[in-house]
């Protein structure tokens, strides 16, 4: 054995277990190399700074994945997690020394000297072997960054690593073998000859990782002398029995950046351990391999029986005889491979086979379920938590709420206060920025005291309540103070009503004042007619929430109320400004929006109605108003009931009349029959409109033709099926039912004859000379 300052190799040295994180064939013999070796102490790949944490994993109410947090203590958003699952080798290893009384410790780089620089939260644990990410080309320095496992794999002849490693690892029984430790000896003299030919294989950070390793093993060197276990990613073995000097290792340590951090463990779930998931060291199939280190015995006869559950749930026709000749199919198919068991692909294949009838539907159910799942795991009520945290677990509990992983809908009765205390607590965290619940449309109605919220449970929310804990210790201080910065730091007054509706959403009387006095003096600065536009809808449903909820909310009548006057001033000169098409269609989607938002408002303004009415007519009859806007405000009069008998059709005639552009003609038709007014019902039902554009169409001449068709064809073929064959079926024999067509069953509207009218011709022909100069006639 070397000296103090040296590492010894394996022959005379520490047991040195090379693993693939997340691996249960790894898993089992990591445990079966520990039970025949039964070292005093244990080294794990990991934080030192979560040492203090590693009691809590023999705790009852942990219940792996689960994973440790660290995070910058000043900047929580600098996070870094270090999963572990039930079939992690680090996980056995650890609850191996725990049960036998063995002291344990982490020994990777600290998160200190990780997250000084760190710019956000990232997936640690792992940046070694078994990544399995991407196919570089075979042998380079690429392809061991990417994957060592991969390269060695290629080098035995496999193109797949994953099959590769349940082959060599996964399909083995570790109990079987004399030496447990034998397959650890075999990855890492491969593991030693990759490195051998490709150095650090583009790892140039792991040389400081693996010089505080190599440090911490000299430690536990003068504690327990050689009886000691070190569990790591296969790839620092070789670094690991390398002959270093204490002085070397020091000078690669020397002059790290550093920040003090804090550790907790939170819960993971089965999918973010995936490579999907964007986690590094991730696999393909990790419910599959729970499966594997959880089965005692027929592992591909119990997974199948999984399967036919799973998919006699979703209603489909799985009986124990497709169960057999499943099994059957998957262990020929193994046998035809060469493979010594049936693999996830040979599994997968006859599922897919046998009892889903050859379709990828149901296959897919069974990868998404059962080859990843959504299993949460659970960490005990002791384990270290920011105050908000704490705040956040006891109401989840007071209101029956439980973080799942799997996605599922909440639906609501805002008359019942169990469900209007979830309401606000949802809403409280998304002001927060910790979206564990996203408000969605209701199947159940439409109701004002209706919510449905979709809710899913990721690991990172617990960062992002960790980064919320700055404004308060519990939720609703939290998220008070938070509304409050906000409304001080806005820079639109869109914002500012938005920030308003939700503040009435979440129950926030307490910040409400400071909202509105941002709001009051952004509003009276503010003079861009599409900024108080945007800003209105915002307010009218803060006013609604206000009277469903039972919240104060008359404050904001008199916001709103002024607001409103501001839009009816402001809007027909920002209509008439020589807008282009973007610009038009934004103001068109602004006009609709305060429609809707003067129908809420109109009870308490009785004539705030009748002022947006005269608005309409403004834009409806006001030539330099683009087309589409001009027909949206006429359709908007016409669903209101604004309109005389006829009105419509005289306005429909005048903007398609042949003096008119057709592409301006083309945005009124889009305006006034577009899909989102429910257009195509009315020209369904009211056939003289339809009559006058199917006589503007057809008298479009054929170059203008074209440069209208993209905007016709948008506004007709956003129509539903059904509307747009009645249309068909109309234009096709006209709206009498016979042959004579439209001119013949419906007369023009007034001042649109078939034949000129000599009078009015020559009342303007007056006019026409005296503008041209001429003598009369």
């Given at each position: 054995m070397?000296?103090g300052?040296?590492v ?11 693993v ?12 079966a ?5 039964r070292?005093?102490?244990?080294l794990?790949e ?6 203090a944490?590693?009691p809590?994993?023999a ?9 440790l947090?660290?995070h910058?203590a000043?900047?929580?958003?600098r996070?870094?997690f270090?999963p ?5 080798p680090?996980w056995?290893?650890?609850r191996?020394?725990?049960r036998?009384?063995?002291?344990v410790r ?5 998160a200190a000297?990780?997250?000084a ?5 990232r997936?640690?644990a792992?940046e070694?072997a078994?990544?399995?990410a991407?196919?570089p080309a075979?042998g380079?320095?690429?392809?061991l960054q990417?994957?060592p ?6 080098t ?8 590769w ?9 570790p109990?079987?073998a004399?030496d447990?430790s ?8 491969a ?6 030919a490709h150095g650090?294989g583009?790892r140039?950070?792991?040389?400081v990782?693996?010089?505080?390793m190599?440090?911490?093993m000299?430690a536990a060197?003068r504690?327990?002398?050689?009886d ?10 070789p670094a690991?029995r390398?002959r ?5 290792d020091?000078?690669?340590l020397?002059g790290l950046p550093?920040t003090r951090v804090?550790?907790t463990?939170?819960?993971w779930?089965h999918?973010r351990?995936?490579r999907a998931g964007?986690y590094?060291?991730g ?6 391999y729970a499966h594997?280190f959880a089965a005692?015995?027929r592992p ?5 029986t ?13 009986s124990?005889?497709h169960v057999?000749?499943?099994v059957?199919?998957?262990t ?16 997968l294949?006859a599922?897919r086979?046998?009892m ?6 149901p296959?897919?159910l069974?990868e998404?379920r059962l080859v990843?799942g959504?299993?949460?795991g659970?960490v ?6 920011v105050p908000?945290q ?5 109401r989840?509990r007071?209101?029956r ?5 799997q996605?599922?809908e909440?639906e609501l ?5 169990t469900d209007?205390a979830k309401s ?5 965290l998304r002001?927060?920025?910790v979206d564990?619940g996203v408000p969605?449309a209701?199947?159940?109605?439409t109701?004002t005291?209706r919510?449905?919220w979709r809710?899913c ?11 919320a804990?700055?404004?308060g210790?519990?939720?609703?201080g939290?998220?008070?103070a938070?509304a409050?910065?906000d409304?001080?730091g806005a820079g639109?007054?869109a914002?500012?009503t ?5 503040c ?8 409400l004042?400071a909202?509105l006095?941002?709001l009051a003096?952004?509003?009276a600065?503010?003079t861009d007619?599409?900024r108080?536009a ?5 307010l009218?449903?803060?006013?609604r929430?206000g ?5 104060d909310?008359r ?8 607001l409103?006057?501001?839009i ?5 000169p920002?209509?008439?400004a020589g807008?282009?098409?973007d610009a038009?269609a934004a ?5 609709d929006?305060?429609?809707g ?15 947006w009415t ?5 834009l409806a ?7 589409l806007?001009?027909g949206?405000?006429?359709?908007l009069?016409?669903?209101?009931g604004?309109?005389?008998p006829?009105?419509p059709?005289?306005l429909?005639?005048l903007?398609l ?6 592409a301006r003609?083309a945005g009124w038709i889009?305006g006034?029959a577009g899909?989102?007014?429910g257009?195509?019902?009315l020209l369904?039902?009211?056939e003289?409109?339809l ?10 001449p054929e ?8 905007l016709l064809r948008?506004?007709?073929g956003?129509?539903?099926?059904g ?5 068909g ?10 042959p004579g ?5 419906r007369e023009?509207p ?5 034949e000129l009218d000599p009078g009015?011709?020559d009342?303007?022909?007056a006019v026409v000379?005296r ?6 006639a």
């Open positions: 070397p000296g300052d040296g010894s190799p394996r022959a005379a040295g520490p047991l040195l277990l090379g693939r994180h997340h691996g249960p064939g790894s898993a089992r013999s990591v445990r190399a520990l039970d025949a070796a070292p005093r102490a244990v794990i990991g934080p030192p700074e979560a040492d944490l590693l809590l994993a705790d009852p109410g942990m219940r792996p994945p689960v994973a947090l660290a910058a000043d900047d929580p958003a996070a870094a270090w572990l699952a039930a079939f992690s680090e056995v290893a650890l191996w020394a725990q036998r009384g063995a002291a982490f020994v990777d780089l600290p000297h990780t997250l620089e760190a710019p956000g939260p997936e640690d792992g070694d078994g990544q399995g991407g196919e075979p380079g320095a690429a392809d990417a994957d496992l991969a390269a060695l794999a290629r035995a002849g496999y193109d797949d690593p994953e099959r490693w349940e082959d060599v690892v996964e399909h083995r029984d109990g079987a004399p447990p034998a397959v650890f000896e075999a990855v890492a003299e593991m030693a000859a990759l490195r051998e650090d583009g140039p950070r792991d040389a990782r693996e010089a505080y190599r440090q911490k000299r060197r504690e327990f002398g050689e000691y276990a070190v569990v790591c990613g296969a790839w620092h073995v690991l390398a270093t000097t204490a002085a070397a020091r000078a690669l020397a550093k804090e550790t463990w939170v819960p779930t999918r351990l995936t964007g590094g060291a696999i393909d199939s990790p419910g599959w594997l005692r015995d591909v006869e119990r997974w199948l999984k399967v036919a559950e799973l998919l006699r749930a979703e209603d489909r026709q799985v124990p005889a057999i000749e499943t059957r199919l998957a020929a198919l193994a046998a035809l491979r060469g493979r010594p068991l049936p693999g996830l692909a040979e599994t294949e599922v086979a046998v889903c009838d050859g379709s990828g539907v296959l897919a069974v998404d990843v959504d299993v949460l659970e005990p009520d002791t384990a270290p938590a908000l704490r705040d956040l677990t006891r989840m007071s209101l709420l439980k973080a799942e992983a996605r599922r909440l009765d805002l008359r019942k206060d209007a606000l607590l949802l809403h409280r002001l927060l920025g564990w969605t209701s199947r159940s109605g109701g005291f919510e449905t809710l449970w990721e690991p990172e929310l617990s960062v992002r309540v960790a980064e804990g700055i404004w210790t519990t939720v609703l939290a998220a008070t938070k409050r910065a409304a001080a639109e007054l914002a500012v938005a920030l308003a509706e939700r009435l959403l979440a129950g926030l009387s307490q910040a004042p909202v006095r941002a003096d952004r509003a600065l503010d007619a599409a108080l945007a800003a209105l809808p915002a009218a449903r803060a006013l929430y009277d469903v909820r039972g919240t909310a404050a904001l009548g008199t916001v709103a109320a002024g409103a006057e501001r009816c001033v402001a809007l027909p920002a209509c008439a807008l282009d098409a038009a103001l068109r989607d602004h006009v929006a305060v429609h938002a003067v129908a809420l408002l109109a009870d308490a303004d009785a004539g705030l109605r009748e002022r005269g608005v309409l007519r403004t009859g006001r030539e330099a108003v683009p087309g806007i001009r949206r405000a006429v359709r009069l016409l669903d209101g604004r309109l005389a006829g009105e059709a005289r429909m005639g903007a009349s042949p003096a008119v552009a057709p003609a889009e006034f899909a989102g007014a257009g195509g019902t369904v039902h009211d003289r409109l009559g006058l554009i199917d006589a503007w169409l057809v008298s479009v170059r203008a033709f074209v440069d209208v068709l993209p948008r506004t007709f956003a129509y539903e099926p509307v747009r064959r009645a249309l079926e109309l234009v096709r024999r006209g709206p009498g039912g016979g067509g439209r001119a013949a069953s023009a007034e001042g649109f004859a078939p009015r011709a009342a303007a022909a000379r503008l041209l100069a001429a003598a009369p």
